[in-house]
């Protein structure tokens, strides 16, 4: 076992520059949804639509992801990060993975005359970046054991993002039509799901669910001491990824179809997300601090969005409309759950750090100002509003197959997003803080893409 | 304790009042994060907590502790010891503050 527990965790220093280039490849995507690139005008599977798909999956939301773990998993177990200069290769080569990847979906789809190992190579880059990231996570997880339960979300979530990798790195070798990759001919009929669930569900989500239950204890001051706390979502969690893993796997391997396994993992996902819901509410019940800041709010909102998901999800299956519908589906999640619960954080972890690393260090020797000093609120409400609004409206767009309506919609999300990446910035800058207190003697205005620790 | 130790505990106290808790916004004393201030030949003994253990904001409340004390006349050295024992509540938190923050007074 570890050494004793740390008081205090020091910032990492790369964990900005994730977000940085986190927010440029939303808007990168984002931009191109207007213009009409990919669904719905293209095939949800064609190529074009996987650009965009895995900008935002990538690009955006495991970047972002990775670097709030980075600065987040040493706070769940009360242990430094195991490797600090591990991030700033893991960064790199998830960069450049993934704008090979893209490259090798644009060749795919025809637009330029590229080589066959594009894809290939962007998908072998990016997994050794994410070997990076799971290893230096995995060995920061393992000095804290036993691990408390929105630790053991995140071990899910490592595990998850391994197999999403694994099938990705497969259906490269399919696509770019390679001899080991005709092996597997029926592999993208059958795999793409496993791909999807355990790419948005347990590396995004259900990582996502274990760090909210901490932060949402600590922004509302809910006491989260019980340690069953989030125990039968996980267990429900786990349960559906597993079943979607072994039995996607065996019906892969007899071609059986994979309709059972999705539906009893979708049985355990309703049951984790129930259960994931109850506890949110019992913390927002038992909440110390009753007026809930912005972000909380906005959290909520996101919440709604994964709320939606799940009573739509399963109406549609009842009426067997889910496949037609799954383009919207997926934006929902992708969007308006996920997006929106990263932006809704952001909003306070990126003036929280910038807090600590300007201020922190002249602590004790002058007035300094509160956290809450670096945002504009109501600046910030309206972009979060015109997010939440042009989102909610996008989805229900898609599911009437207005496609132009689509597009309006999504350059309203692109102006919000615009709106509150101006915001981190400002944040970043220091430039809502009033004088005198914004630069006491000895703090410095802190780099705009990366943090001195 | 003598009168003047008295004296020099409460300017310590007051003097700790320009750390704050960047995330509840007021300062460590008035939140009840300072369980205990000693003087002891001139050496001050704090001890205190924070919110949560492994927040990166704790080192910087210890130091920011140190540092403050370190400024009363009269203070040579200081001592401070971070501990989680008991935990912090929000039931520690001066009156005042504790509905400028909008905080349930019970539960």
Known sequence: ?453 | MTASGDDLVAQIRQALKVVIDPELGHNIVDLGFVYDVSVNDGVAHITMTATTRGCPAASFLKEGVANSACLVPGVESVDVTMTFEPAWNPSMISPGVRSLLGFAEVN
């Open chain 1, 1 to 453: 076992m570890g050494s004793k527990p740390v008081i205090g965790t020091s910032l990492c220093k790369w964990t900005v520059s994730y977000f940085a280039l986190a927010v440029v490849w939303l808007l990168l995507a984002e931009v191109l949804m207007v213009a009409g690139f990919g669904f719905p005008h293209d095939d949800i599977g064609g190529p074009d639509t996987l650009v965009i798909v895995h900008m935002v999956c990538i690009g955006w939301l495991s970047m972002v992801l990775c670097g709030a773990l980075f600065q987040f998993v040493p706070v769940l177990v009360a242990k430094p990060l195991y490797a600090e200069r591990w991030t700033l290769p893991a960064l790199a080569l998830l960069t450049l993975g993934l704008i090979v990847l893209l490259a090798g979906f644009l060749a795919l789809g025809g637009h330029f005359d590229g080589p066959r190992w594009l894809l290939p190579v962007g998908a072998g880059l990016l997994m050794a970046g994410f070997t990076l990231v799971v290893a230096n996570l995995g060995m920061t997880l393992w000095s804290g054991r036993p691990l408390p339960e929105p630790a053991r979300f995140v071990a899910i979530g490592l595990a998850c993002i391994c197999v999403t990798a694994a099938f990705g790195g497969m259906f490269s070798l399919v696509l770019s039509g390679t001899a080991v990759g005709a092996l597997w001919p029926d592999l993208l009929v059958s795999g793409v799901p496993i791909h999807a669930i355990a790419g948005l569900g347990g590396w995004l989500t259900f990582t996502a669910m274990g760090v909210s239950y901490r932060l949402l204890a600590m922004f509302m001051l809910a006491p989260d001491g019980d340690a069953r706390l989030g125990r039968l979502a996980r267990r429900g969690g786990a349960a559906a990824l597993a079943v979607t893993f072994v039995g996607g796997v065996l019906a892969l391997w007899k071609a059986t179809g994979l309709n059972l396994v999705l539906l009893l993992a979708g049985a355990a996902a309703l049951l984790s997300l129930a259960a994931y819901g109850r506890d949110v509410l019992g913390l927002y019940r038992i909440r110390k601090r009753r007026a809930l800041e912005l972000n909380t709010r906005m959290s909520v909102l996101a919440l709604g969005s994964l709320v939606a998901v799940a009573i739509l999800g399963a109406a549609f299956a009842v009426t067997g409309s889910l496949q037609s519908h799954a383009g919207a589906l997926a934006f929902l999640v992708a969007v308006g759950w996920l997006s929106g619960l990263v932006l809704a954080n952001l909003y306070k972890i990126v003036p929280f750090l910038t807090w600590l690393e300007t201020y922190g260090p002249v602590m004790g020797r002058a007035p300094t100002p509160r956290v809450q000093d670096l945002v504009a609120k109501r600046r910030a409400s309206k972009w979060f509003g015109l997010f939440f609004a042009g989102t909610w409206g996008a989805t229900l767009l898609l599911l009437l197959d207005a496609a132009l309506g689509f597009r309006i919609a999504v350059a309203v999300v692109t102006l919000a997003t615009l709106g509150l990446a101006e915001e981190f910035v400002r944040a970043r800058r220091l430039a809502d803080v009033a004088e005198p207190l914004r630069l006491p003697a000895g703090a410095i205005v802190p780099h705009l893409l990366v943090s001195r620790n």
